[in-house]
């Protein structure tokens, strides 16, 4: 008997636990689905922040020790690299405008987001975060009612070690203008990686770590290099051992969040999936602008052989594997053999951009987070700075570096994203129900983006004469 793959069994535990939320609204079974399902979600989410950082470390430094002595690099490596951080920062600037434009999350009923809003403020008092701007629900006296529904619905404390870490929060130092790149540079490493809200540390220190790597012989990084790599091979096998029962937890996840979110009222419940439609929709318009406007439009600009029909058409096998798989790396071989053969890239090219692109090019990813951060901030009545939008931009275009590229990798750094803006990383759960198409759709961004620097690449090293 032939079994069921993975993915079909994650959408099915999405489906069943919004099914059993409805049955709680219906029946009155809210407060059991509370008390004994949504535990089993917040495990999951547990367990996927205990990998996140060990796994963006190690997956950081192994793709910048896989390109090799500095030396060798040359101007392939330089143009490879700054392509990709280029075409990254397009898709998540894109991502933003859509998102802004669109608000997805503003389309949701006032009463729902005011609920939303609520658990927000009772989430960042208990977590000693500063509330992002100056709507303050809890401090007015005619929401005590609904304060209370919520904070006894979500499981939310309001004791007086929560009000002393809100005012640690309040004298927290005034930001300067040099205050976000001060931050970036971890004072200790091993703080840093004990903290999940500081990603942007871990990953500079992987940068640098892995840049010095480069720099030592061969005989002396070996055994380190070595050791990263089998470290990571751990904690992509951890991923793997997660997933394996990811169906129950997402089912457990879905349940329980749908159910915190609609108490007892079913009709809360169509309104968190109307605002999903929005912001699939707003997704999906970015991703199909990056693959069939965007990138044609690079390779019109650098490469005149090929038209716009003769790209999509030589890469289409690749993009087809990787709405399947949702898999940069499974498609690899494939996208290559495209690359290759049908959009006759120079080997010695596609072999040194490809596999680095499948591991820090993640174009469709990047977008997907900017645009998931931001519709969970409108959903919740939270109105991002700029500043803070250029957070998401800087540490989306990082993050992606340390996207695995397996299945829903993009998950874990998403909740890198959230934290380093200030928001709640449980709140990938809302948009669980939506993401597995979507994350097939990004996953052909990815490899479309992939195919289209190694062409320009080659364009540029055919006039330069510099193919080594």
């Known amino acids: 008997m032939k079994r069921i793959a993975l993915h079909w069994k994650i959408i099915i535990g999405l489906f069943l636990g919004v099914i059993w939320a409805l049955l709680s609204g219906f029946f009155g079974w809210s407060e059991f689905t509370i008390n ?46 700054l392509m990709y951080l280029l075409t990254t920062v397009v898709a998540v600037s894109l991502g933003l405008v859509i998102v802004n434009v669109v608000k997805p999350g503003v389309w949701m009923d006032t009463n729902v987001r005011t609920e939303n809003r609520i658990a927000y403020e009772l989430w960042a008092k208990q977590e000693g975060k500063t509330i992002h701007d100056k709507k303050r629900l809890l401090a007015d006296p005619a ?49 840093a990686i004990s903290d999940n809200g500081s990603m942007l540390k871990v990953i500079f220190f992987a940068l640098f770590f892995g840049v010095g790597l480069l720099f030592v012989s061969d005989e002396k990084s070996s055994p380190v290099i070595q050791v990263i790599n089998g470290l990571s091979e751990v904690f992509l096998k951890m991923v793997d051992l997660i997933m394996r029962g990811a169906p129950f937890f997402v089912f457990a996840l879905m349940a329980g969040i749908v159910t915190e979110m609609a108490g007892d009222s079913p009709a809360k419940i169509f309104e968190l999936f109307k605002g999903l439609t929005w912001y699939s929709l707003a997704v999906l318009f970015g991703l199909l ?26 890469i289409s096998p690749a993009q ?19 690359v290759e053969e049908n959009l006759e890239v120079d080997p010695k090219v596609s072999s040194f951009v490809l596999p680095i692109g499948a591991t820090v090019n993640m174009d469709g990813t990047s977008m997907y987070q900017a645009v998931a951060v931001v519709f969970l901030a409108q ?43 200030g928001l709640n990383p449980a709140w990938i759960g809302i948009i669980l129900p939506v993401d597995r198409i979507l994350d097939m759709v990004r996953t052909v961004v990815n490899v479309t983006g992939d195919a289209t620097v190694s062409c320009v690449i080659d364009e540029l090293s055919n006039d330069a004469g510099t193919k080594s």
């Open 379 to 421: 959903m919740h009545m939270i109105d991002l700075s700029f500043g803070q939008q250029l957070t998401i931009v800087l540490t989306a275009t990082l993050a992606s570096i340390g996207s695995a590229a397996i299945p829903s990798a993009g998950l874990v750094m998403l909740m890198i994203v959230l934290s380093s803006v």
């Open 289 to 314: 602008l990056m693959a069939f406007v965007i990138y044609p439009s690079i390779m019109k600009f650098f490469v005149k052989r090929l038209t716009y029909k003769g790209f999509l058409k030589g």
């Open 36 to 81: 004994w399902i949504a535990p089993w979600g917040r495990i999951f989410i547990n367990l996927l922040k205990l990998i996140a950082i060990p796994l963006v470390l190690f997956s950081i430094i192994g793709g910048i020790v896989g390109l090799g002595d500095p030396k060798n690099l040359g101007r392939m490596g330089v143009r490879t690299l």
């Open 143 to 191: 929401n005590k009612g609904l304060i209370d529904m919520v904070a006894e619905r979500r499981g939310y404390d309001q004791d007086e070690a929560i009000q002393s870490r809100l005012k640690l929060a309040k004298d927290k130092r005034e930001s300067r203008p040099l205050t976000f790149v001060e931050d970036m540079v971890p004072g200790n490493v091993f703080k």
């Open 320 to 338: 087809m594997l990787a709405f399947s798989t949702s898999s940069s790396a499974a498609t690899l071989p494939v996208t290559l053999e495209c």
